[in-house]
């Protein structure tokens, strides 16, 4: 060793390696410091849950104080303005509840039956070329479909509903009746000679075609002859919102789909059967807890939806006579609250403030449980996948 | 069940799939059109001379000469209207008090119906609202009302049974037998020579202040509110989503904390966003008092809370695609934890958190209900940056809820409102065609 080559002194060369105690101490520190912060940073997240519930629940406690919930949940008078204020919601509770199962009707078997031909029909490219449409679907902003609603659907539906509604009932109607005959014929001949056989399905088919054809016939007919008062009512709203909801049961379910394993479908098709039988005898089933967690999603995605009910749906707070009658005007929880509060905010402390935050905690709940178990759902449909 | 039969329903079975992608499509192109046509008329229409005047006199645009040349075209084309309707007044002044009672009240809604078509009479006093100094400045509008100039529309309530009965009557027969009568034909056969329509473009849509609520003018206060309020938006949850991804996939460790965390990110993902605009009214302004009302700051704070699962999600998953190899090649390498993160897993990781940051970005930019509370105004001016502290500002999303809905004479301005839904639908589908681009080539990269 050199004199005056000092870096490579035994303590130089030691304290080049190993850091002082002091500098063990601050790498300590900003390594706790830095991921201490990063932790803080990420529970921002259930921060933010817990102040959403605790800011939500202080503001309606007033309402349960000042009214009760009886009235809130059993009668259907809602007058919060009036002198005498009413606030029974059961009416809007019900709109809620007609437009978010109306939009589950159209949103679901379309959705699923959708997801199905993406995951096991359609090839690899045509897949890719649909991906963007649903994308787009779900990208457009809900008050670009409320405009939609309420500018171009109502007034179609207003001047030619009876006649959209025949189209539509001939449109889904004639397959599926055509379907269920085929098969009631099939099932019933299966006892007869095979002499008979034939003539028989085709007589069956036929008598059953029959009275099929005119039912339809009579229906479109009813439907063509149908006076609609106004196009803002729950049938177009729970029609865009199906629209809406379509793009997460989709992704939901194919998921769900993809994720049941290549050997079922393969176990299945080697039995000889068909790609419809292996799909809703097979997959369909093994995919059952994914399906159902986009079904909630879908719920949660109408029912939470804001502008296309608040723009189209009518905003009147009443059961439509007969209760199921769609092409009456109807108002849901969230129209309420997003048309209340400019009014309401002034005289805030009163109990028709206050119910406006009642109404959001109901959402509130209904979305937490929702989420819960769609959650548990999921992880079910992972754990199956993966087992 | 027969092989046949079993076939017949296979094939319906993938029908039915194809029928509903089918219809995914159709519906999405069904609601783009009408917004793409009409939205588009709101830039492009057959402009009238009092669309050139309207610019030159508010905006000082436009060739001054030629456009006073119309002008003067303009007064002496329709003069013999009003000379018409000068005479049949001073007849009616002359004439017994029958007559003039016959003809007075609709001689003012006659005047009235003029004054909205071609503007106020010439010599007349300047009305006070913008909308009534003009006439009509579009052709499409100017034909509509050119029929309200023709027919008058009554309702006849005689018939209690059959409630309100529309009745169409040509002015033309009203006025039989005066001077009047012969400026129908004269309108019906020469408003265009009048009006002068050409094709315009009108970029000042997306530039301009619109004045008086909208009839006239553009959508640029709407533009820079929306701007503001996405830009505020991610100015908040990006920063925030991306900490939080980059704890949860490279630091945290299965626990409790870290579950109760994950379901918080899937709670907060699930809350209806009007349930959204009430806390950040009751949190940001009633508690926090960030400002005195409304302001940009609480919605762009609400809007953050609301897209900040989608960030934390997309960025989890970006992260979580950088192949292992990656990351154990530089810890081989001798660097921290840290350096690994910002130096090669976020870099890595960058297109994809990107694809879910556009995303979320055109979700903040399209969402109303959590700023009706927080942030959003009718009509409102351009705010400069700092004032967007504290004072609301129009948005593009409230607008057109507005406009459509409680605006005075939503009617008349249908192609602003369309404009405004063409303006906010391809600012969300550029963004969003932006992801899928970004995305496509990260696949091929992870290809190739």
């Known amino acids: 060793m050199i004199k005056g080559d000092t870096w490579l002194t035994p303590t130089l060369a030691r304290r080049g390696l190993l850091l002082t105690p002091a500098a063990r101490r601050r790498q300590w520190l900003v390594r706790h410091v830095g991921q201490g912060s990063l932790l803080l940073v990420t529970s921002l997240s ?145 006892r007869m000679t095979d002499a008979r056989r034939r003539a028989g399905r085709w007589g069956l088919a036929m008598g059953l075609a029959v009275p099929a054809l005119y039912g339809l016939w009579a229906l479109s007919r009813g439907l063509d002859g149908l006076q609609i008062n106004s196009g803002t009512n729950a049938l177009n709203v729970a029609i865009i919102l199906g629209i809406m909801a379509l793009p997460t049961v989709v992704s939901v379910s194919e998921d769900a789909l993809q994720a049941v394993g290549r050997e079922l479908r393969e176990g299945s098709y080697a039995l000889g059967a068909t790609r419809a039988e292996t799909l809703v005898k097979i997959v369909i089933p093994a995919a059952r807890s994914g399906i159902t967690a986009a079904i909630i999603l879908g719920v949660m995605r109408a029912l939470g939806e804001t502008m296309v009910v608040w723009m189209a749906s009518g905003n009147a707070a009443q059961i439509p006579t007969p209760w199921f009658n769609v092409l ?60 | 069940m027969r092989i046949g039969t079993r076939k017949i329903l296979d094939r319906s079975f993938t029908a039915l799939g194809g029928f509903s992608i089918g219809l995914m499509i159709l519906a999405l192109i069904l609601i783009l059109v009408p917004m793409f046509i009409r939205g588009g008329g709101a830039l492009g229409f057959r402009g009238t001379i009092e669309h050139r005047r309207l610019l030159l006199e508010k905006f000082e645009r436009g060739n001054r000469p030629a456009i006073e040349a119309e002008i003067r075209r303009f007064e002496e084309r329709r003069a013999p209207i009003y000379r018409q309707i000068a005479e049949f007044e001073a007849e009616l002044t002359r004439g017994d008090s029958a007559r003039r009672r016959q003809y007075a009240p609709a001689l003012r809604d006659l005047k009235k119906n003029l004054g909205i078509l071609l503007g106020p009479a010439p010599g007349a006093p300047r009305p006070m609202l913008a ?18 100039v023709l027919i008058r529309e009554s309702w006849d309530y005689s018939d209690p049974t059959r409630g309100g009965v529309r009745v169409r009557v040509p002015r033309a027969r009203e006025f039989e037998g005066t001077p009047v009568a012969g400026i129908f034909p004269f309108l019906e056969n020469h408003l265009a020579e009048i009006l002068q329509p050409r094709p315009t473009f009108y970029w000042g849509f997306l530039t301009d202040e619109s004045f008086d609520s909208h009839f006239f003018g553009g959508i640029w206060a709407e533009l820079l509110g929306t701007f503001y309020l996405t830009a505020g938006a991610m100015l908040f949850a990006l920063p925030m989503g ?64 609301m897209i900040l699962p989608t960030v934390i999600r997309s960025a989890e998953e970006a992260i979580r695609a950088v192949p292992r190899t990656f990351k154990e090649a530089a810890l081989s390498l001798g660097a921290g934890r840290w350096q690994t993160v910002t130096g090669v897993i976020l870099p890595a990781a960058l297109p994809g958190i990107l694809t879910g940051a556009i995303i979320s970005m055109g979700r903040a930019a399209g969402e109303t209900a959590p700023i009706i509370f927080t942030a959003a105004v009718s009509i409102g001016k351009p705010l400069t940056l700092f004032q967007t502290l504290t004072q609301p500002t129009p948005a593009l999303s409230w607008n057109i809820y507005n406009l459509a809905t409680e605006h005075e004479a939503m009617d008349e301005i249908r192609h602003v409102q369309f404009g405004m839904v063409l303006a906010l639908v391809s600012l969300v589908l550029i963004l969003n065609i932006a992801a899928i681009i970004v995305r496509a080539r990260i696949s091929k990269k992870l290809k190739g």
Not at chain 2, 131 to 148: H, P, S
Request: proline share 4%.
């Open chain 1, 46 to 190: 259930t921060l933010a849950v817990l102040f959403i519930f605790y800011f939500i629940i202080r503001d309606a406690w007033p309402f349960v104080q000042l009214r009760g919930i009886r009235e809130f949940f059993t009668s259907t008078h809602w007058y919060p303005s009036a002198a005498g204020a009413e606030f029974g919601a059961a009416s809007i509770l019900f709109g809620s509840a007609v437009v978010t199962f109306g939009a589950i009707l159209v949103a679901v078997p379309l959705g699923v039956a959708a997801a199905v031909c993406l995951s096991d029909v359609l090839p690899f490219s045509l897949r890719q070329g649909v991906k963007p449409v649903i994308e787009i679907l779900a990208a457009i902003p809900s008050v670009a479909y409320g405009f939609f609603a309420l500018v171009v659907f109502a007034p179609l539906l207003q001047e030619k509903g009876g006649q959209l509604l025949a189209v539509a009932s001939w449109l889904i109607g004639a397959p599926v009746l055509a379907l269920a005959i085929i098969v009631l014929s099939d099932l019933a001949t299966t």
């Open chain 1, 328 to 387: 009456e005007p109807v108002r849901t929880l969230t129209a309420t609250i997003a048309g209340d509060m400019g009014e309401a905010d002034q005289v805030t402390g009163s109990a028709r403030y206050h119910v406006l935050f009642f109404m959001a905690l109901c959402l509130l709940v209904f979305s937490f449980l929702c989420n819960g178990i769609s959650q548990r759902f999921i992880r079910k449909a992972k754990r199956i996948s993966e087992s």
């Open chain 2, 131 to 148: 909308r009534d100094q003009f006439g009509q400045t579009r052709w499409d509008r100017a034909v509509i009302k050119l029929d309200r």
């Open chain 2, 242 to 305: 991306i900490m939080a991804a980059i704890y949860l996939t490279e630091y945290a460790t299965d626990g409790p904390v870290i579950r109760l965390i994950t379901t918080s990110i899937t709670t907060l993902a699930g809350v209806p966003s009007i349930v959204f605009g009430l806390f950040g009214l009751a949190f940001f302004i009633n508690t926090l008092h960030l400002s005195s009302a409304k302001s940009v700051l609480a919605g762009s704070l609400t809007l953050a809370l």
